[in-house]
C-alpha cells in the first residue's frame, strides 16, 4: 500500500520560513517525479513545485525565488523549503507523486500525480 506522509506545517508570521517534508511509503521515488500541491481556504487546489528524477525542478511564478523543492532518494523523502512567507502562502499542502519520470508540461495538472497524501497546513500570518 503506498503512502505518502507530509510533515513539517505549522503556523508563522509573515516572512518566516517553513520546511515540509514527504515521506514516501510502499513507492519509491527516486526514479519519478514528485511534486507539491496547495488548497487555499475556499480555494481550489494549485501547483506550487515539481521535481524530475534527474533533479530538474519547476516553480509556479507565485513561489519563484523563495520556495525550493529537492529530494532525498535514500531517504526516499521530498521536501519544500519556503522561505519569505507571505500570508497568501496560507493553504493545506499536499505532496504527491507521478507514474513518469518527467512531468513535462504536465507537472501542474493534478491528473498528473497518482498518489496523494493527506496534507500539512501552513498558516502565515501578517
Known amino acids: 500500500q503506498v503512502q505518502l506522509v507530509e510533515s513539517g506545517g505549522g503556523s508563522v508570521q509573515s516572512g518566516g520560513s517553513l520546511r515540509l517534508s514527504c515521506a514516501a511509503y510502499g513507492y519509491a521515488i527516486s526514479n519519478v517525479c514528485m511534486g507539491w500541491f496547495r488548497q487555499p481556504p475556499g480555494k481550489e487546489r494549485e501547483a506550487v513545485a515539481s521535481i524530475d528524477m534527474d533533479g530538474g525542478t519547476r516553480y509556479a511564478d507565485s513561489v519563484k525565488g523563495r520556495f525550493t523543492i529537492s529530494r532525498d532518494n535514500t531517504k526516499n523523502t521530498q521536501f519544500l523549503q519556503m522561505n519569505s512567507l507571505k500570508p497568501e502562502d496560507t493553504a493545506m499542502y499536499y505532496c504527491?507523486?507521478?507514474?513518469?519520470?518527467?512531468?513535462?508540461?504536465?507537472?501542474?495538472?493534478?491528473?498528473?500525480?497518482?498518489?496523494w497524501g493527506q496534507g500539512t497546513q501552513v498558516t502565515v500570518s501578517s
Open positions: 504527491a507523486a507521478s507514474f513518469r519520470a518527467f512531468c513535462a508540461s504536465t507537472w501542474s495538472r493534478w491528473v498528473e500525480y497518482q498518489y
